[in-house]
């Protein structure tokens, strides 16, 4: 046996193992600080008893020393010797060292300057001397391999196993390596003490139902089980026209056997058609038989390789906890330097989460952490003047909503002071004092995720830097979610993130725009109705249509994305999304299904970065669904519908509106009342050109794919005709091609727009700039 290799694989599982346990040494170092301190004591000691003799087993004789030494102070802390405090303080330091070392297990032999320096520090605090380094003597290579290092055993806090094939991946220890595929976890030494075998023995049940395993792995294994999703329902599509295929041959075979009786034939032809009968309904028979066991194989196939889907996105799923427990010590430092008394509390850290996200979701709570202790909870004086506890409170909650996660931050204190954040704006012109006035307590209340937007006055290593909510915001819509804030001035602010809970596989409502299939993420999906002219109304300037008893904006997708015309039913179909606290009813040319598909990044160039695009998805019929990313139509909807400051009346301007969708004339029409204008309508060129010959306008905007006279040709005859030639025409077309902007130029038209990039802005500046 290659005894080197053996010790190579031990030390690095001992740096994994060893990164666990550090983390769970500094949640319980933390918890000395509260009621639960005897538990998290007993829970500190045995981890660190654990680790010094492991650290000694293999050579380590620094981690050995170190985790003695914080032996003695933790001995010090319950006997009173030592203030609880400077205990926690000195013993959470000792874990950055012993962090660094496991970087480095050369220095974990010998020690360092910074080894011997966190020694003297601990011998100081608990009055106990600790023998310094003397020469290492590493284990020969002939020698007998060391036994197996113990896995972490589980404390108090530590959340429930997670299920098997789980991805164990602690976030915040830097010295974790990066498992190998398949590698199992070590099996238990036997327990030190007799008092600790029940809790080896719980640790070796984890350990033989848990395996790391390599997360591209996982990756690819999510990939393979949605194409194979797929192609058992394309499965089950063939199936299906196999079995018509066979009543068609069923049916053929009854139109010969009729002919047959009905034609005088010789008896030996009769003979021959009777066997032929008799050979068609054993084919028949047979046909039948197999046609229903295929059907129900295909139909078992496809049910396992679901439930095959839903295990490896349960396996992709890590303990929020992976992240959660990193963030009492940083919570508790931040409080520290403003001299705060924080309690943080988390619930249901044992969620899981889609590894993928991980990153993301922990990078955007550190940003929610840091404003909640910097920028929400005030000092203790101040709270005890106010009536409130001198420790201050943070709570994260954290539940799962379908296939939906939500994870609540929030803070018990001074709440968001609306007129000062109006006025913050103001004051780093990023609104004008009309603008606002003109704001609402909630869009006041969003002002905070405007980039650059901070109410610190002076820069600081904590806040004030510019960055922070917007870039919360960015990130957790980025992974299809969205974020609330409601705050009470006083009384506390409570953020909250709702974002899907795996981005592998997703459940979608697919509509249909044209010929070509899309796709919603059906968690963000309210309702699916009817558009009925009587519940159409105007509001603010904006389109909108009732649904349940409140006014929703009203929005052609088609015209949004960017394609050609609009919805042309007199009750078109909509699909009711919701964003946050926004909703909108989003108009299509009809309803596919809903399903369970595989999420795919979008490939080449077409799709590549082009907006309101998520991701692209395979159907069964061979189609590819474009997956729709709901938080950016819903931008777009609100920067739509959002009233703007109106056009001076000297400024009032009479459009003309000439398309033939009715729903792109509502839309369009809805940009230009918002801005204060008035508006008149055509239904194609033919038309607005006999409206200008007895009407007075100011400005033209065309449609171009129109019957009778489309865009380019009414540009023409306007511009043609001395009369009227001074009057701007503005083409607001989906043809989006040079070529297609260079024939509308051609044609004389003042300005050339995009449907797919047009809003309240774009068309403001094209039409001050022409009138």
Same mark, same amino acid.
């Given at each position: ?88 303080? @000195? ?281 909640? @202790? ?164 105007? @509001? ?163 449609? @171009? ?67």
């Amino acid at each position: 046996m290659d005894t080197e290799a053996l010790k190579k694989s031990l030390l690095k599982k001992f740096q994994e193992v060893t990164a666990d346990r550090l983390q769970k040494i500094q949640l319980g170092v933390i918890d000395l600080e509260k009621e639960t301190a005897e538990q998290a004591a007993d829970d500190v000691a045995r981890e660190l008893h654990t680790m010094k003799g492991e650290a000694r087993m293999l050579g380590l004789a620094a981690i050995g020393q170190l985790a003695h030494a914080a032996e003695d102070v933790l001995r010090a802390e319950r006997e009173g010797k030592t203030a609880t405090e400077t205990a926690t303080d @000195v013993m959470l330091r000792a874990c950055d060292v012993l962090s660094d070392l496991l970087e480095d297990l050369d220095a974990a032999h010998t020690g360092t300057s910074a080894t011997e320096e966190m020694v003297k520090a601990l011998s100081e605090v608990s009055g106990h001397p600790v023998p310094a380094l003397g020469p290492v003597r590493k284990p020969a290579a002939s020698a007998a391999p060391p036994p197996p290092v113990a896995p972490p055993k589980p404390v108090a806090q530590a959340p429930a196993a997670p299920p098997p094939a789980a991805v164990q991946a602690p976030v915040a220890p830097p010295a974790q390596a990066t498992p190998r595929a398949a590698e199992p976890v070590a099996a238990p030494q036997p327990a030190a003490k007799e008092e600790e075998a029940p809790s080896a023995a719980k640790s070796s049940s984890i350990a033989d139902r848990s395996i790391r395993v390599n997360v591209e792995v996982l990756d690819s294994l999510g990939l393979l089980a949605g194409d194979l999703l797929v192609e058992s329902a394309r499965g089950r599509l063939r199936s299906t026209e196999t079995a018509l295929l066979f009543e068609r041959f069923s049916r053929l075979g009854d139109r010969f056997l009729r002919i047959s009786e009905d034609v005088d034939v010789p008896d030996a032809i009769r003979q021959e058609l009777e066997r032929a009968e008799a050979d068609l309904h054993m084919l028949r028979d047979d046909a039948f038989r197999f046609v229903r066991r295929n059907g129900d194989g295909i139909n078992t196939l496809h049910g396992n390789l679901a439930q095959l889907a839903d295990h490896v996105a349960e396996a992709r799923l890590v303990p929020l906890s992976t992240v959660f427990d990193a963030f009492p010590r940083a919570v508790r430092d931040i409080a520290k330097t403003q001299n705060k008394e924080v309690d943080l509390v988390i619930e249901n850290a044992d969620i899981g989460v889609d590894r993928s996200m991980l990153a993301d979701v922990r990078d955007a709570l550190v940003h929610l952490l840091r404003n909640a @202790v910097d920028h929400g909870l005030e000092s203790p004086d101040f709270r005890q003047q106010m009536g409130k506890p001198a420790q201050g409170r943070i709570r994260i909650r954290v539940r799962v909503d379908g296939d939906m996660l939500h994870i609540e931050v929030e803070d018990d204190g001074r709440g968001m002071d609306t007129e000062r954040l109006k006025q913050v704006a103001i004051n780093k012109r990023l609104l004008s004092p009309v603008q606002a006035a003109a704001l609402s307590e909630r869009e006041a209340i969003e002002l905070i995720f405007r980039p650059g937007f901070s109410t610190r006055e002076q820069v600081s290593e904590l806040s004030g830097r510019g960055v922070g909510m917007d870039v919360v915001k960015r990130k957790v819509e980025t992974l299809g979610g969205s974020v609330g804030v409601q705050s009470r001035q006083g009384r506390g602010t409570t953020v909250t993130l709702r974002l899907p809970q795996s981005l592998a596989l997703m459940k979608v409502l697919l509509v249909r725009l044209g010929d070509d299939v899309y796709g919603m993420p059906a968690a963000d999906v309210v309702a699916v109705m009817r558009v009925k002219p009587d519940d159409r109304m105007e @509001v603010f300037g904006t389109l909108a249509v009732r649904h349940r008893g409140k006014p929703t904006a009203l929005v052609a997708l088609g015209p949004l994305l960017g394609l050609n015309g609009g919805n042309r039913f007199d009750k078109p179909p909509a699909v009711v999304v919701r964003h946050g606290d926004d909703y909108a009813a989003l108009v299509v040319d009809g309803f596919v299904d809903e399903r369970e598909v595989a999420v795919k990044p979008c490939g080449g160039e077409f799709l590549k970065g082009a907006p309101f695009i998520a991701g692209t998805a395979a159907l069964e019929d061979g189609r590819i669904a474009v997956l729709l990313h709901v938080p950016d139509i819903m931008t777009e909807v609100r920067r739509m519908a959002r009233p703007v400051t109106q056009a001076p009346a000297s400024r009032r301007l009479r459009v003309l509106l000439v398309d033939d969708s009715p729903i792109a004339r509502a839309t369009e029409g809805a940009l230009v009342k918002a801005l204060g204008h008035s508006v008149e309508e055509a239904q194609d060129g033919e038309e607005a050109y006999a409206k200008v010959q007895t009407n007075t306008y100011d400005l033209i905007l065309t449609d @171009v794919q129109m019957p009778k006279l489309d865009g380019f040709s009414l540009t023409r005859r306007l511009k043609g005709t001395p009369a009227v030639a001074r009057i701007p025409v503005i083409i607001l077309s989906s043809l989006a091609s040079p070529e297609d902007k260079r024939r509308g130029l051609d044609a004389g038209a003042d300005a050339y727009l995009v449907k797919g990039e047009l809003g309240v802005e774009s068309l403001a500046q094209s039409i001050d700039r022409l009138t």
